[in-house]
C-alpha cells in the first residue's frame, strides 16, 4: 500500500541499514508502555495520515503484553478511535517489521484522492 516512491526509499533504507526502533523515532505523543509516531514509511497509496502505536519496550506479538500494557493499549485506542478513519495490526505473516508489535491508526484519502492504475486492456 506504499507509493512506489515510497517503497524504493523503505527498501533503499533497509538495505543501506538505516532504519531504526520504532520506539526511538520521534513521538507525536507519549503514554506509560505506549508511543505514537508518525510512520516514516507510509502506506501512501490509500492513508492520508499513517501513524502507528509502538510499546515502549521489545516484544513481538500481542500475547507477549502483560496486563498493564493491555489496559493501557486499550484505554489509548479509546482516547485515539475518533482521531483515525480505521485502526489495525498487520498479522505476523505479513508484517515487515516481525519483531516489534505495532498499531497502524490511519485516516482514508478520499476517493478522488486515489489514483487508479491504468488498465493495459
Known sequence: MRTEAGEKTY?????????VPL??????????DWTLIKNRFPYGLVFTTHHMLVPTRDYAARTDMNAREKRNLDNILNLLQHKYD?????????????????IHLATWKQREQVKPKKSTV
Open 11 to 19: 527498501q533503499k533504507a533497509k538495505k543501506d541499514k538505516t532504519l
Open 23 to 32: 520506539h526511538s523515532e520521534e513521538a507525536l505523543a507519549k503514554w506509560e
Open 86 to 102: 480505521i485502526i489495525f495490526e498487520n498479522t505476523p505473516r505479513q508484517r515487515s517489521i516481525k519483531t516489534l508489535y505495532h
